[in-house]
């Protein structure tokens, strides 16, 4: 997984299980951790499917990020994921786009519309 920070957003490149749950837990102990965490943009394209726990961990990551005044965007959701958040109605609680840089422009223009 690679995982870059800036001062305002955090990009994590998911892989498919077992690795997924693993990076889901290192990005929550780091959003956890940081003073002023950041945006997080999640790419999802070489993730096949998740599981339950998965999908705990990605609505621990939303509050998290939620009560700190901060975003999360995922981006490249293979069709399999997707039909997974549908059918649990999740797809109406998170933010998505179509690819990380989508994602990024998204973010940096909210920021500049806040400020």
Known sequence: M???WSD???VANLADEPALS????????????????PHAVLDFAEVSYINSSNIAQLLRLRKLL???GRTMRLTGVTDD????????GLDKLFKFAPDTLTALAGLQLGDSEES
């Open 66 to 68: 939620d009560e700190s």
């Open 8 to 10: 305002t957003i955090l």
């Open 22 to 37: 693993d990076e889901l837990s290192l990005i929550c102990e780091k959003v956890e951790a940081a003073d002023a965490p």
């Open 81 to 88: 994921v997707m039909s997974v958040l549908m059918v649990s």
């Open 2 to 4: 690679a995982v870059e």
